[in-house]
C-alpha cells in the first residue's frame, strides 16, 4: 500500500475516534501541582541531600559519538539516537552491543532519528523519522520488521515524539508555531489508532517552535507542552488526567498573534518561559526552563511542594557535587530499575572529568565519600579527551 493511501486510511481513522472519544477525560481524585517561577530564591544545592552515589558509564570508542539526541536506560541496556549514526544500543558497562536500522532513504532507513522507543517485554525498537512523518520498527536483533506511517494535522505539522506504553505507542504533537491539532494519538503496534486526544486551543499566529515532553514514570506516562498549562498522567487504560499546571501569568508564551511580527517576537522572546525538561521522581518533579536568557534548574518536592532552585551557568553547570568533588550534576533522564532503584542521568565528556581532576580546586576539596574521590581519579587516567562521551548515573536516595 503506498503512503498516499496510508494516509488517506490514517485519516478516516482519526476522523471517527475524534468523533466518540474527545471527552475521555475521566477527573482523578488528586491534588494538582503547580509550577510557579516568581519569587524563587536560589541557593546552592549539593547532590548528597538527594543521591548517595555515582557511576560513570564511558561508552565504548567503536565509532566516534558526536550529538546524542535522546537516551534511554531499558533492561539493562543504554539506548541512544546519535546525529549521522543512528539509533545504538550499548550494554550498562557501555560496551557496543547493535545498531538498529541505518540512516538512510530506503525503506528499511531513517533519515532523522531524534526519538525512539522501545518495547521492555520484546525489545523492539520504534524509530520516528521526523523527515519522512513514519516509525521505523526493528526488532531485538535489529532486522528491520515494519513502516508506520504518522499523521500529518489540518495545519500540515506533523508529530513530534512518542513512547511505547501497554502494547500500544502513544505518538505526541506539541504546539508549533502557534499550530498543532492534537497533544497525542494512541496507536497499536501496526499504527491502528487507538485514541485521540486534541489539543484544546486555537490556532494563533505564533513564532515559538515545538517544545514539550513525554516521559515514562512507575505505571503512567506524563506529557506536557511548553506553550500549554496543564500537565497531563495517562494511565494503563489509556484515560488521562490533570496531574499539574504551569502557573506563568505575563510570562507565559502568549497565544495570540501579538509577536508575530518577527521583530517583536525578537525583542520580547526572551520576556517569556520556555519549558525544557520536566520528568519526576518518587520525590521530585524535577523542571527547567529558560528566562530572560537564563537557564533555571527546579527541583520541586512533592511532599511539601518547596522548590529547590539553581540558575545553570557556566560556572555552576548544575548541582554541586559533594559526593566525590567531581563536575556539577545536570540532570537529563530518569529511570529506575528492576529493584526500584531510582537514578538520574547525565552526559559529560572526557574532558571535563580530566580538567576538573587536575584543578587545585577538586585536589583540596573533601567530598563526603572520599572513596569515590579517588575512584574518579583513577577513571581520569585512563581517559583520553578524544574518548566518546561518559554517562554520569546519580543514584538518588531511597
Known amino acids: 500500500m503506498n503512503s498516499v493511501n496510508m494516509k488517506k486510511i490514517f485519516a478516516r481513522n482519526l476522523t471517527f475516534l475524534s468523533l466518540i472519544l474527545l471527552s475521555s477525560c475521566i477527573q482523578e481524585n488528586t491534588e494538582l501541582f503547580e509550577i510557579d517561577t516568581d519569587n524563587l530564591a536560589d541557593r546552592e544545592i549539593v547532590l548528597s541531600e538527594i543521591a548517595n552515589d555515582i557511576i560513570y558509564i ?120 502557534g499550530r498543532g491539532e492534537y497533544n497525542w494519538i494512541i496507536t497499536d503496534t501496526l499504527g491502528n489508532v487507538k485514541k485521540v486526544k486534541k489539543n484544546p486551543y486555537h490556532a494563533f499566529n505564533g513564532r515559538f517552535g515545538s517544545n514539550g515532553g513525554i516521559y515514562s514514570f512507575k505505571d503512567y506516562i506524563g506529557y506536557w507542552d511548553s506553550c500549554k498549562d496543564t500537565i497531563y498522567k495517562i494511565s494503563a487504560n489509556f484515560n488521562y488526567y490533570a496531574i499539574g499546571r504551569f502557573k506563568t501569568g505575563e510570562q507565559g508564551i502568549p497565544r495570540n498573534s501579538a509577536d508575530y511580527d518577527l521583530g517583536v517576537f525578537n525583542k520580547n522572546k526572551n520576556k517569556y518561559i520556555r519549558s525544557r525538561l520536566l520528568f519526576e521522581t518518587n520525590d521530585f518533579f524535577i523542571y527547567k526552563y529558560s528566562l530572560n536568557n537564563a537557564l533555571r534548574l527546579l527541583l520541586i518536592d512533592k511532599s511539601n511542594g518547596k522548590v529547590k532552585s539553581i540558575v545553570l551557568r557556566k560556572n555552576r553547570r548544575g548541582i554541586i557535587n559533594n559526593i566525590d568533588s567531581g563536575i556539577a550534576f545536570n540532570p537529563d533522564i530518569y529511570f529506575a530499575n528492576q529493584k526500584d532503584e531510582e537514578y538520574l542521568v547525565s552526559i559529560i565528556h572526557p574532558f571535563e572529568i580530566i580538567s576538573r581532576v587536575a584543578s587545585e580546586t577538586f585536589k583540596i576539596s573533601v567530598p563526603k565519600y572520599p572513596e569515590k574521590k579517588t575512584e574518579l581519579e583513577k577513571l581520569a587516567e585512563s581517559l583520553d579527551e578524544n574518548d566518546n562521551p561518559i554517562l554520569m548515573l546519580v543514584k538518588l536516595k531511597e
Not at 103 to 108: E, K, L, N, Q, V
Not at 131 to 143: F, P
Open 58 to 177: 564511558p561508552l565504548e570508542k567503536k565509532f566516534p559519538i558526536g550529538i546524542i539526541y535522546s537516551y534511554e536506560f531499558i533492561n539493562n541496556y543504554i539506548y541512544l539516537s546519535i546525529k549521522d549514526v543512528g539509533v545504538i544500543r550499548f550494554t550498562k558497562s557501555g560496551q557496543y552491543d547493535k545498531k538498529y536500522g541505518k540512516i538512510g532513504r530506503g525503506p528499511r532507513e531513517y533519515v532523522y532519528c531524534l526519538r525512539f522507543s522501545v518495547d521492555r517485554n520484546n525489545e523492539s525498537v520504534y524509530v520516528m523519522d521526523h523527515k519522512m512523518d513514519v516509525i521505523k520498527v526493528y526488532n531485538s536483533n535489529g532486522l528491520y520488521i515494519r513502516t508506520i506511517q504518522l499523521p500529518i494535522d489540518k495545519y500540515g505539522c506533523g508529530m513530534n515524539d512518542l513512547k511505547y506504553f501497554n502494547s500500544s505507542l502513544i505518538i505526541c504533537q506539541y504546539i508549533n508555531m
